[in-house]
């Protein structure tokens, strides 16, 4: 019985927590986008909703993140929100505070910040690159492509329960 009534008291809370929004800013067609269990380099350039201010930028040291998707490396809005990219591939995440560092701070991140990471999948390791080819898409329900100009879609994307990580 005491169980039942926690789980139906935590509902409320769980109907609140905000999903992280991603912005396709450009895509492109490949025969393998990423999936969990990849290791992939990714730069980022990362920033507090908040007020804009950067926080960390892997451009700025000229040198990509590695790390393997879906094992818990990165925050969880990473590892949900880079899934099934192609190399090439930019998109806008925005992580509320439930998929990134929750209620804590981390360095010049103030607890419960809504992050916001301009991302771009260099590669994907393993596998062989492409030549790459844009395409453009009329819907958001279709895999969202666009032509020489970004053109920005949003969708947003409810990620899994899981510890936070230190680092991104």
Not at 46 to 71: C, I, M, W
Not at 107 to 113: L, M, W
Request: one cysteine or more; aromatic letters at 6%.
């Amino acid at each position: 019985m005491q169980l039942k009534t926690l789980f139906l008291a935590a509902l409320p809370a769980l109907a609140l927590a905000e999903e992280v929004t991603t912005e396709y800013t450009l895509t492109h067609e490949c025969k393998r986008p990423t999936k969990a269990g990849d290791t992939i380099n990714v730069h980022y350039r990362g920033t507090l909703a908040s007020d804009g201010s950067q926080f960390d930028a892997s451009y700025d040291r000229g040198q990509p993140l590695k790390f393997t998707v879906g094992k818990g490396q990165v925050i969880k809005g990473w590892d949900n929100g880079l899934l099934d990219m192609c190399p090439g591939d930019k998109r806008k995440l925005t992580i509320p505070p439930e998929h990134g560092y929750g209620q804590r701070a981390m360095g010049p991140i103030p607890a419960g910040s809504t992050l916001i990471f301009d991302t771009e999948l260099v590669d994907i390791q393993g596998v062989e690159k492409e030549e790459r080819v844009v395409k453009e898409s009329k819907t958001e329900a279709e895999d969202p492509k666009v032509e020489e100009e970004p053109v920005a879609e949003t969708k947003s994307e409810a990620a899994p329960e899981e510890t936070k990580k230190d680092e991104l």
